[in-house]
């Protein structure tokens, strides 16, 4: 009989309480390389609790936080980092005054365990066509000299996105990559997800359906801190409990007419 595949991520029966309110109970998923994990869920609904559970900057009451078998929980975001697991966030995290070469270089030299080896000039070249092929491949190799802060929101998101793949991720958290840009740039931020993160698990919070229908190969629905269904966006939203969630039972109408948030 063959071994059973370790998870890549596996976040087991989690609880999280800010004083006497429960942000998370029991919480859990599990996503694999080569999936895109969408969490769905009505505003208060834990879903970036359990990010920052994930990534270390919250440590849970209970459960358990394991990156292909070790187990993280309560470790700090360094050392979860070094594990294969990069963020970006819902407000773009880049460095404002420093330009997309400098930042996704920065995003590169994070996770580069000989970065400060003054004599690795080969290996610092080969990390800098890296960036400029990164670049390119997330659109945007034009501004690669501009400072942060000279793009729109729309590049900044996909700069705060190509900083996390910089660091050559296993496992990436995308929080709302979406959120604050025009139905055009959507669809450039749907590309960057589908098309350059094939080799890693993406877990993705999201609110606009038209957007997880894109992109989600398996969807996670939260509401007030609970797993209350998990399966495929089709799955999900026949389910009555989810349903109640989202307008009073209109999810699955909204999807059937391509609702776009």
């Known amino acids: 009989m063959s071994e059973r595949r370790v998870p890549d991520l596996r976040v087991t029966d989690v609880t999280v309480e800010f004083g006497g309110l429960t942000a998370l109970q029991g919480a859990?998923?599990?996503?694999?390389?080569?999936e895109r994990t969408v969490i769905l869920?009505?505003?208060?609904a834990g879903k970036t609790t359990l990010f920052n559970v994930i990534g270390g900057t919250i440590k849970p009451r209970s459960g358990r936080i394991e990156i292909r078998?070790?187990?993280?929980?309560?470790?700090?975001?360094?050392?979860?980092?070094?594990?294969?697991?990069?963020?970006a966030f819902q407000t773009p995290s880049v460095f404002p005054t420093l330009t997309v070469r400098e930042n996704l270089w920065l995003g590169r030299l994070y996770s580069d365990p000989v970065r400060w080896n003054p004599f690795a000039s080969a290996h610092r070249e080969a990390a800098a066509s890296e960036i400029t092929e990164l670049a390119e491949r997330i659109g945007l190799a034009d501004v690669l000299d501009r400072p942060a802060?000279?793009?729109s929101h729309a590049d900044q998101k996909v700069l705060d996105i190509g900083v996390a793949l910089a660091g050559k991720p296993t496992i990436l958290l995308l929080d709302e990559p979406t959120q604050g840009v025009s139905p055009e740039d959507v669809g450039r931020i749907v590309s960057v997800i589908t098309e350059?993160?094939?080799?890693?698990?993406?877990?993705?919070?999201?609110?606009?359906?038209?957007t997880v229908a894109a992109i989600a190969t398996r969807v996670i629905v939260l509401d007030r801190g609970r797993v209350i269904a998990e399966g495929s966006l089709a799955e999900v939203s026949a389910r009555p409990e989810v349903q109640e969630v989202y307008l009073g039972g209109g999810l699955a109408e909204l999807l059937d007419e391509g609702w776009d948030g």
């Open 149 to 151: 802060d000279e793009l």
């Open 69 to 87: 078998g070790h187990d993280v929980t309560g470790r700090s975001p360094r050392v979860i980092r070094r594990h294969g697991l990069a963020r």
């Open 196 to 210: 350059t993160m094939q080799d890693m698990a993406v877990v993705v919070i999201e609110h606009d359906i038209a």
């Open 28 to 34: 859990h998923l599990t996503a694999e390389v080569g």
């Open 41 to 44: 869920g009505p505003n208060g």
